[in-house]
């Protein structure tokens, strides 16, 4: 017999517990999540630590300290006070699932232990609180829907409710927010992986209901086709705060291993042997709610997973997003910005500019992004990707467009010169814009992608405005470059010939440069939603810049064989 789940982990949950045993945090200025993710690492450790008759009690003693402070922030109307979200119901939910995951483990001990009889009954008086609020309560973000939905779930577990059942199948009947490819409406592995997958697996469990488990199943799907060489999941085409950083596949470990072992799959398996082998978020209450699901306490399938094939293709339709991956070499290319359709930035959307990353070896290329000065509309996002004949050559489009305005006509004029405050799209001002004829400019830009088995070539074309522009490449730190120089602000730019960044065997080359001058400025322009507030979304990492100008021609090869 393999390891459990719990056994994976137990060194890391461990040494979190001993951590949190001699804490001399303060209670008082933790937030209402850390203390009941506290209490409930807590909690399974006076369990698995214990045996079958759990006698010191002091593990218990210092949670329920955590949850008498936990009571305090609880309002009148049951929501936890604390954060951002204001009374927020949602955020309430996170707290509630691990009072009831408390609750389930606690269950078998309270005739026996004063110490578990007197917590279990603390919880148990905060989730009767919350209840109403949860079954009353709005949302503001699509998988707040499911982590309202699992606590109240869980909470139906404790104190069935037909009412409760009733609130659960009023957001259920608005559909699973899934699309075709496996990825949630939000498109974010974060929350895929620490809300929506765990709230339909305790749903489908609870309502008894089998078919809530396909977008469980189509989502750790996605996972596994979205894997990058080093165990991360590509963000890039999330819409929410972790497409702009990496995301190891740990946080999806315990799901990994549900699935590995309801379904019996080996490629499943192969990747939660590897995820639960890396640092964890919060190993300890990872621990203890591993002790509420029986899965996870039976050792993966110990079939060997099929072999890779030499390349796999895949396309994410409704992201706009093509993973190309080999054993030594991911190819990732992007065209599904939401900021081109919606006209701004805003939380809530896929903004990266970002249309190509590579991963060679130990050379990470993060970050691709073509940088213009076009009327202050920031950086290159495509708007279509397609593929032709050639199913390794992509074609990635956007036209922008900006623009003069005419007089009024004489019917619109006003002598006293005011007029109604509107948006131009790129600013707002007093000028009546939709009355106006326009002159308009554009910018046509077309990026042929094509994979070669030793390299991406890049031919970027441009046709409209005359206007500078950047290539922008941005490796992981670590490596060192070859072939290139600074220009007079620091920038280093490939001007001729071949550039090259190395990371000890292994290195990318890119090129050739395209020249340099002031009228081709190394600089990454982010946009004006971007500059107006002194800010920018410039990744991080090594930066070096091909330049040149439209309209035109440029082909760029960067080459992964070295």
Known sequence: MGPTFLDAIRPAADAELAALRSSTDDPATLQHRDLMARALTLVGAWIRTGGPVPVDDTDLTIAHGYVLELATRQSAGGTFVGGDNVDSPPDSAFTVN?????????????????????????????????????????????????????????????????????????????????DADGLWSERSPNYAAAVSVPAFLVLAEVLDDPALLAPVRASIDATLALLLPDDTVETVQSRRQDQSRPFGVSRFAPLLWHVAVLDDRADVAAVARRAVAQPMWQPGAAAARAMTDPLLARPLPDAEPPAAPPREVRHFADARLVHVREPRRSVVLFAGSDVPAEGHVRSGLANSPTFLRVFAGDVVLSDVRLSREFFGLGPFRATTITSGEDPLRFRLTETVSAGYHQPLPRARRRPEGVYPLRDEGRFSAAMDFGERDVDTVTLTTTVDVTVLPDAVVLDVDQAGADVPWALQLSFHAGGSFTGVSNDATGELVLAEGTGTYRVGGDAVTFGPGNGRGPGQPATYSPGQDYTFLGGTDRPDGEHVFVTGRAPGRTRITIGTSA
């Open 98 to 178: 691990d009072c009831c995951d408390a609750l389930e483990l606690l269950a078998p001990f309270r005739d026996g232990s004063a110490a578990a009889t007197a917590l279990a009954a603390d919880l148990d008086t905060i989730v009767r609180r919350a209840t109403p609020a949860l079954v009353t309560g709005g949302v503001h973000t699509p998988n707040h829907r499911w982590e309202i939905s699992a606590a109240l779930a869980r909470t139906h577990r404790l104190h069935p409710d037909p009412a409760i059942v009733a609130r659960i199948e009023a957001w259920l009947a608005e559909g699973p927010d899934i």
